[in-house]
């Protein structure tokens, strides 16, 4: 079985950072594609950042340029660096792991993040 835990959200004024964490642990023998998606409320869950197993990355356009996404191999971990936060990107942040051998991609459970204006 495969653990995904995200971690790092919260409240931050308009302008402002974070930085998400999202670890896979269990049964993994390598990870290929690890990303992050987000859902707000009354919205459906639209892709932020996906990097490959490869190192090909993938943005949203709405965050290009603000948001960076990375990788420790090692630990099975990806980060999301997110700057000059907007009050739209208020949202659920929901880590997603595609686990080599897997036919099924795991899920977090999420972390929120809050962006006041």
């Known amino acids: 079985q495969v653990q995904v835990v995200e971690s790092g959200g919260g409240l931050v004024q308009a302008g402002g950072s974070l930085r998400l964490s999202c670890a896979a642990s269990g049964r993994i023998l390598s990870m290929n594609s690890m990303g992050w998606y987000r859902q707000a409320p009354g919205k459906e869950r639209e892709l932020v950042a996906v990097?490959?197993?490869?190192?090909?990355?993938n943005y949203a356009d709405s965050v290009k340029g603000r948001f960076t996404i990375s990788r420790d191999n090692v630990k099975n971990t990806v980060y999301l660096q997110m700057n000059s936060l907007k009050p739209e990107d208020t949202a659920v942040y929901v880590c997603?792991?595609?686990?080599?051998?897997?036919?099924?991609?795991?899920w977090g459970q999420g972390t929120q993040v809050t962006v006041s204006s």
């Open positions: 990097l490959t197993g490869n190192g090909f990355t």
């Open positions: 997603r792991a595609e686990v080599a051998g897997s036919l099924l991609p795991y």
